[in-house]
T-cell receptor, first 116, second 114 residues
């Protein structure tokens, strides 16, 4: 069965500093990978996705992520964080193969705190 | 605004009761997903519909059921509610429902069972 691990429950970063959020997945085939952000009281917003091709993908709000098959990782990065980036971040892997989506499998999330 | 509309935003009900959550997908999207977000379990996939037909099932309890109507809106029915069913329920939609399609999430319905 597929799974997603986000090792860091909380991360605190100073405003203007760089950010890396870790994500490891377990999946039997080519993974389809996503990063979502959830602000307090809001739904989930897609930051970026990896389906195939270039392993470095660019997303919205200045985020990027790198797919590393050898490490089963899809870490999210941002060169300089802003106070508005404080939120919960979820990594997810696409559903099982065979034509059906089977929904997304999410990690437990990483809570990002921005220090002034 | 994702274009996915969920109603109601908040719902408080008693144990043993039944509630219906409603979802209107983005215009043009044929697939609807339901997710449950709780502190214990995190975000869990419940069920997926595509163009009116059930397509995939996740960790959905037998007390829960869903359907997608001809106009593509969907309803999630939760019955014999228990305290542990208190959670945020999200609906998402996508164009085709394939695993490589982007899903757009609504803002959720917060269910509190007392």
């Amino acid at each position: 069965a597929q799974s997603v691990t986000q090792p860091d429950i909380h991360i605190t970063v100073s405003e203007g500093a760089s950010l890396e959020l870790r994500c490891n997945y377990s999946y039997g085939a080519t993974p389809y990978l996503f990063w979502y952000v959830q602000s307090p009281g809001q739904g989930l917003q897609l930051l970026l996705k990896y389906f195939s091709g270039d392993t470095l993908v660019q997303g919205i709000k200045g985020f990027e992520a790198e797919f590393k098959r050898s490490q089963s990782s899809f870490n999210l990065r941002k060169p300089s964080v802003h106070w508005s980036d404080a939120a919960e971040y979820f990594c997810a892997v696409g559903g099982v193969s065979g034509g059906g989506a089977d929904g997304l499998t999410f990690g437990k999330g990483t809570h990002l705190i921005i220090q002034p | 605004d994702s274009g996915v509309t969920q109603t109601p935003k908040h719902l408080i009900t008693a144990t043993g009761q039944r509630v219906t959550l409603r979802c209107s997908p983005r215009s043009g999207d044929l697939s609807v997903y339901w997710y449950q977000q709780s502190l214990d379990q995190g975000l869990q996939f419940l069920i997926q519909y595509y163009n009116g037909e059930e397509r995939a099932k996740g960790n959905i309890l037998e007390r829960f059921s869903a359907q997608q109507f001809p106009d593509l809106h969907s309803e999630l029915n939760l019955s014999s509610l228990e305290l542990g069913d208190s959670a945020l329920y999200f609906c998402a939609s996508s164009v085709t429902g394939g695993r490589d399609t982007e899903a757009f999430f609504g803002q959720g319905t917060r269910l509190t069972v007392v």
